[in-house]
């Protein structure tokens, strides 16, 4: 998952990627963005969300 720090233009994909958007894609694919663009983006592992259920579960 790749979290938007600054908005840019995605060559790529053609979109513009907002600040504070997040959207899927490979390590790959964030290592690329930061290298064109140092401190545009950042990698962040998606974590499962945890639900009541889950808290209060034996």
């Known amino acids: 998952m790749i ?6 233009y995605d060559l ?3 979109v513009y990627r907002s600040t504070g958007q997040e959207f ?5 694919r964030f290592d690329e963005i930061d290298g064109a663009l140092p401190g ?3 990698w ?3 974590q499962p ?3 009541t259920p889950d808290v ?3």
């Open 3 to 8: 979290k938007v720090l600054k908005g840019f």
């Open 12 to 14: 790529k994909e053609g």
């Open 24 to 28: 899927e894609a490979t390590k790959e």
């Open 40 to 42: 545009f983006v950042e």
């Open 44 to 46: 962040s592992q998606k």
């Open 49 to 51: 969300e945890v639900t």
């Open 56 to 58: 209060l579960s034996d």
